[in-house]
């Protein structure tokens, strides 16, 4: 399985040095490909310059929030692929929520949040890229 997963990669986008490293350590343990941005717009450059398959997102977060990232993404994407992501953020008001949706985010957890609930957004996501690619 793992050499499956390692065709994918993550990116991990978190202002909080010890929320970044305890996910891309364990995603990392799941054989994935982990890219990590400490603020909105190391997010966005890799983004453009590396094309994750998956995109976890905060929302808070100096230089360019998570809402400014996601919608640089869907206004301007860097590549024709479907790049999924998954907000996970502090901010669990239903006005934020109702904003990372509106801004086409594919999924929206909220911290404190378990490691297998990230993962196992990160497996849908990744099960749905063929069938977005086929459209």
């Not at 450059?45 to 998570?66: C, K, W």
């Not at 809402?67 to 024709?80: C, Q």
Request: glycine share 4%; with cysteine; charged share 30%.
């Amino acid at each position: 399985m793992e050499t499956f997963n390692n065709q994918f990669k993550i990116l991990i986008a978190d202002d909080e040095e010890d929320v970044l490293e305890i996910m891309a350590k364990r995603i990392g343990q799941e054989g994935y490909s982990i890219l990590k941005a400490r603020d909105g717009q190391e997010a966005w450059d890799l983004i453009r310059s590396e094309s994750p398959d998956v995109i976890l997102l905060d929302l808070t977060m100096p230089r360019m929030d998570g809402f400014a990232v996601l919608k640089n993404l869907r206004e301007h994407p860097p590549s024709d692929k479907w790049q999924p992501v998954i907000i996970v953020s502090a901010q669990g008001e239903m006005t934020s929520l109702q904003k990372g949706m509106s801004l086409e985010a594919d999924h929206y957890l909220t911290k404190p949040c378990q490691m297998e609930e990230i993962l196992r957004a990160i497996r849908t996501m990744i099960s749905l890229i063929p069938q977005r690619k086929a459209k």
